[in-house]
T-cell receptor, first 113, second 115 residues
Framework: DVKVTQSSRYLVKRTGEKVFLECVQD?????MFWYRQDPGLGLRLIYF???????EKGDIPEGYSVSREKKERFSLILESASTNQTSMYLC????????????FGQGTRLTVV | AQSVTQLDSQVPVFEEAPVELRCNYS??????LFWYVQYPNQGLQLLLK??????LVKGINGFEAEFNKSQTSFHLRKPSVHISDTAEYFC?????????????FGKGTHLIIQP
């Protein structure tokens, strides 16, 4: 089974803190993604990466950065957390082969106070 | 660019009744289509996908969906729902060859099963 693992299920951070959300996949997938999920807005793409050290902005990159130093790991960084970044964060991965179906982690519910 | 519209944000239905969740998409190029389900406090799980071939696709948990190219729709159906089907359902598309771009999602439909 494909496994995408996010390091935390729940996080509470203070405004202004630097926050790291980690994601690891075990299927040797080339593509990895970070989405943000908010009620009534669905999933919105923050950043994606199609190779090690490569990254591309998604639809809502402001206030975020990413790091992909190894193929299996994709980190989302909130440089200075703000209350409007309180949300559910979902990591996903997919292969460049076939249907490009995405596999998702369990999500990290981040609360910024 | 692609876009996905899920026409209902919430669908209440009685247990053992049939249900249809509607999805329309817009794209200037050919796409693959997906339905995902999200149970409370969980990640997304693939229900089914349309890649090519038969326009009626069957997925897990008794769900099926029909691709209609002329109407650019991909509606999800189940003939008899169970209380355990209560969840958020997301329709998504990706352009052929666009795997690195990621899926484009609709805003979701909350399926509420009433006993």
């Amino acid at each position: 089974d494909v496994k995408v693992t996010q390091s935390s299920r729940y996080l509470v951070k203070r405004t202004g803190e630097k926050v790291f959300l980690e994601c690891v996949q075990d299927m040797d997938h080339e593509n990895m993604f970070w989405y943000r999920q908010d009620p009534g807005l669905g999933l919105r793409l923050i950043y994606f990466s199609y190779d090690v050290k490569m990254k591309e902005k998604g639809d809502i990159p402001e206030g975020y950065s990413v790091s992909r130093e190894k193929k299996e790991r994709f980190s989302l960084i909130l440089e200075s957390a703000s209350t409007n970044q309180t949300s559910m964060y979902l990591c996903a991965s997919s292969s460049i082969q076939g249907s490009t179906e995405a596999f998702f982690g369990q999500g990290t519910r981040l609360t910024v106070v | 660019a692609q876009s996905v519209t899920q026409l209902d944000s919430q669908v209440p239905v009685f247990e053992e009744a049939p249900v249809e969740l509607r999805c329309n998409y817009s794209s200037s190029v050919s796409v693959y289509l997906f339905w995902y389900v999200q149970y409370p406090n969980q990640g997304l799980q693939l229900l089914l996908k349309y890649l090519s071939g038969s326009t009626l696709v069957k997925g897990i948990n008794g769900f099926e969906a029909e691709f209609n190219k002329s109407q650019t729709s991909f509606h999800l159906r189940k003939p008899s729902v169970h209380i355990s089907d209560t969840a958020e359902y997301f329709c998504a598309v990706i352009r052929l060859g666009g795997g690195a771009d990621g899926l484009t999602f609709g805003k979701g439909t909350h399926l509420i099963i009433q006993p």
